[in-house]
């Protein structure tokens, strides 16, 4: 209530000095809901001048709408733009904005319990420098009594606390398992990160208030596993539990978590709250209970096709399987492991090997990974026979063994049998009934069904007047009854064998597959006398290549098959994505039409072939795709057998190889168009070196002719010396025109054409090429140290000009410090070829460009010291290359080279 004014004190008194005094000075308080302050209860008074006072961060919220008082310690923590005008004694709504919410929902616990609340490490979005910011702090909200005892207001004392701690909450917010604190046995809700709130589908706000007042968000016993953690101290740990929360709407959301509850305490060791960790994996909890169901289905599948399934690990030998494949093996019923030569052991004797050297080559070569077999069983408790199918594959890793050998297995002695009794039936009966192999039936040569058909009868349960005439195709499924109606008057009219598949009703009801083969019977005259016909059951049949046909889809070729005869009936899925055909497009003889018209003959003459021989199908021709382009196929077929031997049916592939035939085909054409302009090269060249041999011999003969002259007219009056030089005139002369005629004989000889070598001596070369460059030797002073040389094969010339170029690089290369030396010798060399090792002490070379210099017109220093045309290595290569030897060479700046010169031996007479 008002207080006496004369128990006022001054403003002065009451607010204090310094700015927040006269912000509270100057504020209208005759407009305010608060009043004046004259009218301010005492309690009221004394709170504000106290907390004005005081160095501690304190706020003053009151009244009904919480006014807003705060001191000068407290202001830092709103920012440094803050406008506290605008703030001191406004209602809290108008002064906290968007953190009102929160603040007036701790404010109102205060007010309705009436007790002090602490909060530490909280929390709270304050205003600060303008915008809303996370801060944390450590606060006690106290109710401030009025003279009636009711709450007038809450004294908040307040720390913040962030820095560190915000930072290591916020790094908490971010990871994504969802993370929350509970405090004391209430389990307040201390602290909760954005991925646990999600979680809960709660936000912030719940944050500092007891579990027990948002309980309504969730279901199951949530609170209490936290609960008897608190009291035990024990953690709680949970592994994909299903969890429902309620939504604001009413609605409830299942998740699937990943928990532990553990619990939380304080650096004495005291236990003070719980932590609680959650992953959601209902993600990955869905998706594999998808794979679970979806696996389930294959095994229905498998259980409902009468397949067994297995896998094999090849590298320890260990089989699982299904029931169905143990009951073929005779393997214990109830373990699903066992040992792969239990199994093996059951297979019959003649065909043990086959299938155990299938099964190794299987999972050691890749190439070979695709497994499919056809083999007896004896099931060793009943002696019982059964023929089976087996077909899977290998999965390889980096080893060189396979990790998993994995597939299906079917019994097929129905069909080994049916087959059999097939094959006993084509011997019994003749020609003119050889399509009896099930139900007979004969029609007229008009091909109306008439007279008793007992077979026919027998299968479709009609009588005679139900199936006369046309009335057959009543028994025929609704939607093959026209297709077969009309194929059938087609074969009538052209007089042509019928083949046909269609649906019959059997006198049970149920639908079966039926292969249809109908002949005419011809009069002597010609003349059709009646038309004979069988219906074989082959839904089995169809059954087991629908179960191939699931497998043939996976391979990215052609696969396609054939009945004995020849007569196509079915393709895997590429035939109709390739050719873009439909089966009633491609059955029997359609699959031909997509053929190349230049390869077509010559496909049906080797596919003809083979259906005579047995002999395997392959063939390489041109096959028009979807798109209309012809591609290169690769068509490959294998005959598969009865145990009689007696060919059954034809299993075939194509596999596209436009891409590698075109490839090689144009490479070919690159081949020889280049070795057509090499041979051109080589004769220019050939011819180059006729002419040029013959332009040199001249000046040789020139010269040989005056050096005679000169020795006949004046060899008399000239000194012993001149008659010297002109003796090594006479042998240089002779040396060139040899040279000549042997560079003219090695550009006429083919690589490799060893008809002219003989044996050579490598000593008297070495002689000859000493005396040759004996000037430029005595020149330098150098010295030629040289072993004994073998002999070897090759031609002499040749090898002159090979070891003449060494030697002379040796000189020319010389280093002008030392006196240069140069030493010959052989080394180790493989059986029937010698090597020989120049080595000088010139001025070397970089090792890096001891590939380089072999090649033609490379120099590695300047012509101004080192005279040359960069030829005389690259000759060297081809000389040795042209021996069937090789040259190589080793060498450094400054300490000289070695060249390696390895040559066949002359053989022995």
């Not at 049970?508 to 010609?526: C, S, T, V």
């Not at 020795?711 to 040396?735: C, M, T, V």
Request: with cysteine.
């Amino acid at each position: 209530m008002p207080q006496d004014a004369t128990a006022f004190p001054s403003q002065n008194n009451l607010f204090g000095s310094g700015p927040f005094a006269g912000y509270l000075a100057a504020f209208p308080w005759q407009n305010s809901p608060v009043g004046t302050p004259e009218e301010w209860p005492a309690e009221f008074r004394i709170t504000l001048r106290n907390l004005l006072r005081s160095a501690f961060p304190m706020v003053l919220l009151w009244g009904p709408k919480f006014h807003v008082f705060y001191n000068e310690a407290y202001g830092p923590s709103l920012g440094d733009n803050i406008d506290h005008e605008k703030m001191l004694g406004r209602p809290g709504a108008e002064a906290y904005g968007a953190s009102w919410k929160l603040v007036a929902a701790m404010l109102e616990r205060v007010v309705s319990a009436g007790e002090t609340i602490y909060y530490e490490d909280m929390p709270a979005p304050s205003i600060r420098n303008g915008r809303v910011e996370e801060l944390y702090w450590t606060s006690s909200l106290s109710p401030v009594f009025d003279d009636e005892g009711k709450v007038a207001g809450v004294l908040v004392v307040c720390k913040e606390a962030s820095g560190k701690l915000a930072r290591s909450r916020n790094l908490i917010n971010q990871v994504a398992a969802g993370v929350a604190v509970f405090n004391g046995p209430d389990m307040l809700i201390e602290e909760a990160n954005p991925a646990m709130l999600r979680i809960w589908g709660l936000t912030s706000e719940v944050i500092g208030r007891p579990l027990a007042e948002v309980r309504t968000a969730t279901l199951g016993n949530f609170l209490q596993m936290l609960q008897d953690v608190y009291r035990t101290g024990e953690p709680v740990r949970g592994f994909e539990v299903p969890v429902s929360f309620q939504r604001a709407g009413g609605s409830v959301e299942q998740f699937y978590c990943n928990f532990e509850y553990a619990p939380f305490r304080d650096a004495s060791g005291e236990l003070t709250g719980v932590m609680a960790i959650a992953h959601d994996v209902t993600d990955e909890v869905l998706a594999k209970r998808a794979q679970a169901i979806a696996e389930e289905e294959v095994r229905t599948a498998v259980a409902a096709a009468d397949m067994g399934y297995w896998h094999v690990d090849p590298r320890n030998n260990e089989l699982r399987s299904n029931q169905r494949t143990r009951q073929l093996f005779g393997l214990p019923a109830e373990e699903e492991a066992a040992d792969l030569d239990l199994a093996i052991q059951a297979i019959h004797d003649d065909d043990r090997e086959r299938v155990v050297s299938t099964i190794q080559r299987t999972v050691t070569d890749p190439a070979f990974s695709d497994y499919e077999i056809e083999y007896r069983v004896v099931q060793p408790v009943t002696g019982v026979l059964r023929y089976v199918r087996a077909t899977g594959k290998s999965y390889f890793d980096d080893e060189p063994v396979a990790y998993r050998f994995s597939g299906t297995i079917q019994d097929i002695t129905s069909k080994k049998e049916a087959e059999e009794a097939l094959r006993a039936s084509e011997q019994r009966f003749s020609a003119a009934i050889q399509a009896v192999q099930g139900i007979l039936w004969t029609n007229s040569p008009d091909g109306r069904m008439l007279g008793e058909q007992p077979g026919w009868a027998g299968l479709t349960g009609q009588t005679r007047s139900e199936y006369e005439n046309y009335g057959w195709a009543q028994a025929v499924h609704p939607d093959d009854a026209q297709p077969s109606l009309d194929a059938w008057n087609e074969a009538v009219l052209e007089r042509k064998k019928f083949i046909f598949e269609h649906r019959v009703r059997r006198a049970d009801g149920e639908y079966r597959n039926f292969h249809i083969q109908a002949i005419p019977i011809l009069k002597p005259d010609g003349s059709i006398a009646e038309w004979v016909g069988v219906h074989t059951d082959i839904t089995e049949q169809r059954r087991s290549e629908a179960q191939l046909g699931l497998l043939a889809d996976f391979m990215p070729q052609i696969v396609w098959a054939t009945d004995a005869a020849g007569y196509h009936d079915f393709f895997n899925k590429r035939w109709y994505e390739y050719t873009g055909l439909s089966y009633a497009q491609t059955k029997g003889e359609g699959w031909s039409t997509v053929l190349h018209p230049d390869d077509a003959p010559r496909a049906w003459q080797v596919w003809q072939h083979s259906l005579d021989t047995g002999a395997s199908y392959e063939i390489e021709y041109r096959m028009r795709r979807a798109d209309g382009q012809y591609r290169w196929l690769l068509a490959r077929a294998t005959a598969i057998r009865n145990d009689a031997g007696i060919i059954v049916r034809w299993f075939g592939t194509c596999t596209d190889i436009h891409d590698q035939k075109t490839s090689a085909e144009t490479l070919e054409r690159i081949v020889a168009e280049r070795t057509r302009d090499l041979q051109r090269s080589n004769e220019d060249l050939m011819q180059f070196a006729h002419v040029a041999s013959h332009d040199l011999k001249e000046p040789v003969r020139k010269i040989a002719t005056f050096e005679s002259r000169l020795s006949h007219d004046f060899g008399a009056q000239l000194p012993d010396r001149a008659q010297l030089y002109l003796e090594k005139i006479r042998n240089a002369a002779k040396r060139m025109y040899t040279m000549i005629e042997g560079v003219l004989r090695y550009s006429s000889l083919n690589e490799g054409d060893h008809r002219d070598f003989e044996p050579v001596d490598l000593n008297i070369v070495l002689a000859n090429i000493r005396s040759d460059l004996e000037v430029l030797i005595e020149q330098q002073g150098a010295h030629i140290e040289a072993g004994q040389l073998p002999v070897v094969d090759g031609l002499p010339t040749l090898l002159y000009q090979l070891f003449y170029n060494i030697l002379n690089n040796a000189l020319k290369f010389a280093d002008t410090q030392r006196t240069p030396v140069i030493r010959i010798s052989t080394v180790t060399a493989p059986e029937g070829f010698t090597c020989v090792r120049v080595a000088d002490n010139g001025i070397g070379f970089d090792p890096k460009q001891a590939d380089r210099i072999f090649k033609t017109f490379t120099r590695l220093n300047p012509k101004d010291r080192f005279e040359g045309t960069g030829l005389g290595l690259a000759l060297c290569q081809k000389i040795v290359d042209r021996h069937g030897g090789s040259i190589r060479a080793e060498g450094n700046e400054g300490e000289g080279a070695s060249f390696y010169i390895t040559l066949p031996l002359a053989k022995p007479e």
